[in-house]
């Protein structure tokens, strides 16, 4: 069979089914290869880079899931570097694939022939031009290999037309994947970080994606009851315990959190990180701030994150299942023998925190304020809700005000950031899981930066929910301009003469979504919101396409977060609950 053909056969032997793309000259023998092998279904992508972060969506909505992406030779390749750049910064294992100029004229600058291995090579586990036909199934079989063993990670393949082209013997009945490699804690080692904790009088837990990533959440949750050990879920880790748990501390750092989370991180005086970075935007840049007072024990899979950023008291490295698999045999030990101590008092200040230190999100302005958004978002969406974001004032107060239940269930991109990776995530996410409610959530210019995948939405009968908060404004960086007393090109405000009827808020939403096939409601008061969120689930379900629900908000709205990259310094811009109705929609009511 041909070399292109032997790829597609170990797609489907590794567990692929689905693909995203974009075909092409110099990719169009491996697509040929997709038509007659069958068994892998694939979702045209409208851009190439939208392949790529559908590829990243539909990996995130499931355990063992990895989205492949695929493209032609040159700018497709370096369309998908963002895509690989978000993964590799989420440990999000993908596989792009990529055509290439034949080999013979790779260094003749033939047309569309780049480098892309070379370009690749920062933001993947590997990236490989494959020059040699026979090798096709090894760098194959050695991709899923890399791409699952230890942290997690995108892989690119490239794959120039003649080797694609060329026959080679190759017999897919007899084809294994490679055993996966994951470091795995040892019993001395969770003995002593379990020393450590029982040592402290106010202990948390901090879950990071790692916790998700190795479908270990039911591990987690059952450590931190067997402990009484509230736990505090970093943004790519939300959703490993359940917002209305009892042990939920809230999320801490200097946008993305809870007013109580952080002041209970501020009361701990041990921490056990069990598959997370120390991001930044969880610790802030003080770093004396956010480690004095408390000891620190760090488990992650990638032995070198460990005392990255700052030096723990205890590193391991270990994937988060195997070490909560031995954390939860211990503690259960240690329980039986009535060696755990009593957390009663410490978990009650936590939930107490939890009810007193509440943001308000009941407001009845027109235009109206973004927390009223989300008051109703939570109204309208369960717990089997699946949310989608990136980046942006939209994502900070969606992770400060919304609620989140179940693993999988925020699929956040938390490195990388990239404009535009809401509405193709979404779409690869809904691809992934087509029963799944699933709602993405995006500021006017993350919107706009790859609206045309909305299209791929209605070709390929995908549907979902797309809340879209519209205040004509780069929201995140006009409030970070404002530390330099300027309010410079950032403002999208314009008078659109075809739709005079939406003021200055510029670009037509609704016209632009109807016109790439899907349906769109546009609210104006904060009143209509519940109804259009329950008519726009109606529409998805009906029509099978996205619904974009588009709320004009008023032009300016500062979300709170810390000014000074301070976690104990977190600046409240709008007035604070201080009665139940000031937050009705809150996991705890106010008390």
């Not at 559908?54 to 063992?64: D, L, Q, W």
């Not at 791409?147 to 393949?157: E, F, N, T, W, Y």
């Not at 009906?542 to 976690?567: C, G, Y």
Request: glycine content about 8%; proline content about 6%; charged content about 20%.
């Amino acid at each position: 069979m041909t070399a292109a053909r032997a790829a597609v056969e170990i797609l489907k032997r590794e567990g692929v089914t689905h693909a995203f793309g974009v075909p092409g000259a110099a990719i169009n023998p491996f697509y040929k290869a997709l038509k007659e092998g069958g068994g892998i279904d694939h979702t045209l992508a409208r851009h190439v880079e939208g392949a790529s972060h559908m590829a990243e969506g539909y990996t995130r909505a499931h355990p063992g899931n990895i989205g492949v992406c695929i493209g032609t030779s040159g700018p497709a390749g370096t369309d998908m570097i963002t895509g690989l750049y978000s993964a590799i910064g989420d440990s999000i294992p993908i596989l792009c694939i990529t055509g290439q100029a034949p080999t013979h004229v790779i260094h003749k600058e033939d047309f569309q022939a780049v480098d892309i291995a070379s370009i690749a090579r920062p933001v993947t586990k590997a990236a490989t031009t494959v020059l040699e036909a026979a090798q096709v199934p090894g760098v194959f079989q050695q991709a899923f290999h890399l791409m699952r063993s230890g942290r997690p990670g995108p892989v690119l393949i490239d794959l120039p037309v003649d080797v694609q082209l060329t026959e080679i013997d190759f017999d897919p009945e007899t084809y294994e994947p490679l055993p996966v490699y994951k470091p795995a804690a040892t019993r001395a080692q969770i003995e002593k970080a379990l020393s450590l904790l029982l040592e402290s009088q106010r202990p948390l837990l901090v879950a990071g994606g790692g916790v998700i990533g190795a479908d270990a959440a039911d591990l987690l949750v059952e450590f931190a009851e067997l402990t009484g050990t509230p736990v505090v879920p970093t943004l790519m880790g939300w959703g490993a315990i359940p917002d209305d748990h009892e042990l939920n501390a809230g999320m801490v750092g200097v946008q993305t959190s809870h007013r109580y989370g952080n002041a209970t991180f501020l009361e701990s005086d041990f921490v056990l990180g069990i598959g997370n970075r120390w991001a930044n935007r969880h610790t802030g840049y003080k770093l004396d701030v956010y480690t004095k007072g408390r000891k620190f024990v760090h488990v992650d899979v990638e032995p070198t994150q460990i005392g990255r950023i700052f030096a723990p008291d205890y590193g391991i490295a270990s994937d988060a299942k195997a070490a909560l698999e031995l954390f939860v045999e211990v503690a259960r030990e240690l329980k039986a023998a009535g060696r755990l101590p009593d957390r009663s008092a410490w978990i009650a200040s936590t939930r107490e925190r939890r009810a007193t230190l509440l943001r308000r999100t009941h407001f009845d302005d027109v235009p109206m304020k973004p927390q009223r958004v989300y008051e109703e978002m939570n109204r309208a969406f369960g717990p089997e809700t699946r949310y989608v974001t990136t980046i942006g004032l939209s994502q900070i107060a969606g992770a400060q005000m919304l609620h989140v239940y179940r693993p999988r269930h925020w699929i956040n991109c938390g490195q990388a950031g990239p404009l535009g990776w809401t509405i193709p995530a979404a779409l690869g996410v809904a691809k992934a899981d087509p029963e799944a409610q699933v709602v993405a959530l995006s500021g006017d210019y993350d919107f706009q930066f790859m609206i045309e995948e909305l299209a791929v939405g209605a070709q390929h009968r995908i549907p979902y929910v797309h809340v879209l908060v519209n205040n004509s404004y780069l929201g995140l960086i006009r409030q970070a301009q404002a530390g330099l007393d300027i309010d410079f090109q950032v403002n999208l405000e314009f008078e659109n003469i075809n739709s005079p009827e939406i003021g200055v808020y510029g670009v037509d939403h609704v016209k632009v979504a109807e016109g790439l096939g899907c349906k769109a409601i546009r609210v104006t008061e904060p009143d209509r919101l519940l109804p259009a969120f329950e008519e726009a689930k109606k529409l998805a379900a009906e029509h099978r396409v996205p619904v974009v629900v588009e709320a004009i908000l008023e032009r300016v709205t500062n979300i709170s977060m810390s000014r000074t990259m301070d976690i104990g310094d977190v600046t409240e811009w709008e007035e604070l609950a201080t009665e139940p109705a000031h937050a009705p929609t809150a996991v705890r009511p106010l008390s």
